[in-house]
Every structure is written in structure tokens, then in C-alpha cells.
């Protein structure tokens, strides 16, 4: 029997192939096997639980709004995210804040919800 990975979203280790996928069968999630071994895409929160795609944050400090006059307060809930894997400013979450529209955010100042 071959060594999978746990489960990236619930860290089940019941995982198994089907075809090029890797499958959970607690929580359903399915991923790319091919991308389960590449280590360096995985991207952490400011407590370094492991985001993914669709997944709700909290912003955990104030944040200034360049170009804007009001700021994105602590404990801004942000539904849905986006990640952007070899991000070329060092924003690796796209999302879209009530009040504000889309906005690029550091992984580094939200936790998981």
C-alpha cells in the first residue's frame, strides 16, 4: 500500500487515489495528487493553519486602505477566499470585502474561521 498524504483540508489519513485524484472520504475533498507533494504552495495563516480556496478569514489587526480613507477594522470576516500561489507582491488572497470590492490581502494578517 502506497504512503498518501492526510487530507489537506481535515487531516483525515483515510485518503485514496481515484484516477489523478486523492479523494477523502470524511469530509469529500478532492485534490490534484500531483500537487500534494509540492510543499511550497501550501499557504499558512497568521496561526499556521493551512488555507484553501473557499475558505472564510478573520483579519486579525487594522488594515490601511491605500487609496481610501477608512481602514479594514480587526475582526473583519472575509468569506470565500481565493489563493494566489507565486504571488508577485507578497498578496497571496484575493476576496471581496463588504465595503470595499476586490482586494488582495496577506495570508499573514488573517486567521481561519
Same mark, same amino acid.
Given at each position: 500500500? @502506497? +504512503? %498518501?498524504?492526510?487530507?489537506?483540508?481535515?487531516? $483525515? @489519513?483515510? *485518503?485514496? =487515489?481515484?484516477? $489523478? #485524484? %486523492?479523494?477523502?472520504? @470524511?469530509?469529500?475533498? =478532492?485534490? +490534484?495528487?500531483?500537487?500534494?507533494?509540492?510543499? @511550497?504552495?501550501?499557504?499558512?495563516?497568521?496561526?499556521? +493553519?493551512? #488555507?484553501?480556496?473557499?475558505?472564510?478569514?478573520?483579519?486579525?489587526?487594522? #488594515?490601511?486602505?491605500?487609496?481610501? $480613507?477608512?481602514?479594514? /477594522?480587526?475582526? *473583519? !470576516?472575509? /468569506? +470565500?477566499?481565493?489563493?494566489?500561489?507565486?504571488? $508577485?507582491?507578497?498578496?497571496?488572497? =484575493?476576496?471581496?470585502?463588504?465595503?470595499?470590492?476586490?482586494?488582495? %490581502? !496577506?495570508?499573514?494578517?488573517?486567521?481561519?474561521?
Amino acid at each position: 500500500m @502506497e +504512503n %498518501l498524504p492526510n487530507c489537506p483540508k481535515c487531516s $483525515s @489519513e483515510y *485518503t485514496y =487515489e481515484d484516477g $489523478s #485524484l %486523492l479523494v477523502c472520504p @470524511e469530509c469529500g475533498y =478532492e485534490w +490534484n495528487a500531483s500537487m500534494a507533494s509540492e510543499d @511550497e504552495n501550501v499557504i499558512k495563516d497568521a496561526n499556521g +493553519n493551512v #488555507l484553501s480556496d473557499g475558505d472564510s478569514v478573520i483579519v486579525i489587526k487594522d #488594515l490601511k486602505v491605500k487609496g481610501s $480613507s477608512s481602514s479594514i /477594522k480587526i475582526g *473583519t !470576516k472575509v /468569506k +470565500n477566499i481565493r489563493l494566489v500561489h507565486d504571488p $508577485s507582491d507578497g498578496h497571496d488572497i =484575493e476576496c471581496k470585502i463588504d465595503g470595499f470590492g476586490a482586494m488582495k %490581502l !496577506k495570508s499573514s494578517v488573517v486567521k481561519k474561521s
